[in-house]
């Protein structure tokens, strides 16, 4: 199975978890997004990240330059659960 198959899988069974009235507003807010021009701001495959400075764990500053200069760096953006 590849993965655009596995992702429309789970997307089809979320539409039998989650209740019509909250995909209809879910949809509406990926509409919004869709309809303020973000996505043409969007980095692209390859592009480098600007660098940033952010608080670690325990709340110390860590920037993306530092860790560059230790080697290769992958960014994950965890949004939580809704």
Partial sequence: MTL???LD???AQS???IPPEAQAIMQRGVEDVRRSGIL???PKVG???PDFTLPDAHGRPVSLSGLRA???VVLSFYRGRW
């Fill in 4 to 6: 655009q198959e596995k």
């Fill in 9 to 11: 899988a789970i997307k």
């Fill in 15 to 17: 539409k039998t978890r």
């Fill in 40 to 42: 043409a701001r969007v």
């Fill in 47 to 49: 592009d480098r990240a």
């Fill in 70 to 72: 230790r080697g290769p």
